[in-house]
């Protein structure tokens, strides 16, 4: 980690700053690709995160040893090192951390994620035009394939006119064998995102 790094990430957060930029140099500190492989078992309750995660003693996520990662986990471990560093405020518990972590894996059967959970704790402002997104915004995603994902927004890619036509994000996926960088668009075909079913926020110090 650079000085510059470490010292950004060690400055306090005001009240209602967006975690975004803390997220983002984060983010930068992952290796890409193979050295954190993408692992998600449909079925299973594996936590999915690159280290053990601890708040007031009580562990929020464990590592099991291996290396691999899958979507949730990576985006739940990146936010939570923004908020760690931030500060979480004082009447966070581990206990609403911990239901938060349901909702963000959407084990809950919903489909909104962290979009929805850091919404209603105050630890997040919805984003409810993919436009109008900034680098280290989450999103929870659905494809018109019925396939879903956990993300870090990055950065909108910009047709002719300048106006945004799809999204770079970064998460963990098979395509990139791990840790990558992708881009996806909002439209009708398979593959894009379906517009009705993009949920982001934008993480901020409460």
Same mark, same amino acid.
């Not at 975004?20 to 984060?26: A, D």
């Not at 050295?35 to 998600?40: C, I, V």
């Not at 581990?94 to 938060?100: G, R």
């Given at each position: 980690?650079?000085?510059?790094?470490?010292?950004?990430?060690?400055?306090?957060?005001?009240?209602?700053?967006?975690?975004?930029?803390?997220?983002?140099?984060?983010?930068?500190?992952?290796?890409?690709? &193979?050295?954190? +492989?993408?692992?998600? !078992? $449909?079925?299973?309750?594996?936590?999915?995160?690159? =280290?053990?995660? @601890?708040?007031? *003693?009580?562990?929020?996520?464990?590592?099991?040893?291996?290396?691999?990662?899958?979507?949730?986990?990576?985006?739940?471990?990146?936010?939570?090192?923004?908020?760690?560093? &931030?500060?979480? +405020?004082?009447?966070? !518990? $581990?206990?609403?951390?911990?239901?938060?972590?349901? =909702?963000?894996? @959407?084990?809950? *059967?919903?489909?909104?994620?962290?979009?929805?959970?850091?919404?209603?704790?105050?630890?997040?402002?919805?984003?409810?035009?993919?436009?109008?997104?900034?680098?280290?915004?989450?999103?929870?995603?659905?494809?018109?394939?019925?396939?879903?994902?956990?993300?870090?927004?990055?950065?909108?890619?910009?047709?002719?006119?300048?106006?945004?036509?799809?999204?770079?994000?970064?998460?963990?996926?098979?395509?990139?064998?791990?840790?990558?960088?992708?881009?996806?668009?909002?439209?009708?075909?398979?593959?894009?995102?379906?517009?009705?079913?993009?949920?982001?926020?934008?993480?901020?110090?409460?």
């Amino acid at each position: 980690m650079t000085a510059l790094v470490f010292l950004l990430l060690s400055l306090p957060c005001r009240a209602g700053e967006a975690l975004g930029p803390r997220i983002m140099e984060i983010v930068e500190r992952y290796p890409t690709g &193979a050295a954190h +492989p993408y692992l998600w !078992t $449909p079925g299973t309750h594996t936590d999915g995160t690159s =280290r053990d995660l @601890v708040f007031r *003693g009580v562990e929020l996520a464990r590592n099991d040893g291996s290396p691999a990662v899958h979507c949730a986990g990576l985006t739940f471990e990146v936010w939570w090192q923004a908020l760690e560093a &931030a500060g979480p +405020p004082g009447w966070l !518990t $581990p206990e609403q951390v911990l239901a938060l972590k349901e =909702r963000w894996y @959407v084990r809950d *059967g919903g489909e909104q994620g962290m979009a929805a959970a850091l919404v209603e704790l105050g630890l997040g402002v919805a984003v409810t035009d993919w436009r109008s997104l900034l680098p280290g915004d989450l999103m929870q995603f659905w494809r018109n394939s019925g396939k879903g994902h956990s993300a870090v927004f990055v950065e909108h890619r910009l047709d002719r006119s300048g106006a945004p036509r799809s999204m770079v994000y970064w998460s963990a996926q098979a395509s990139s064998e791990g840790i990558g960088r992708r881009y996806v668009s909002v439209g009708p075909s398979e593959h894009q995102i379906n517009a009705a079913r993009l949920y982001a926020v934008r993480p901020i110090q409460p």
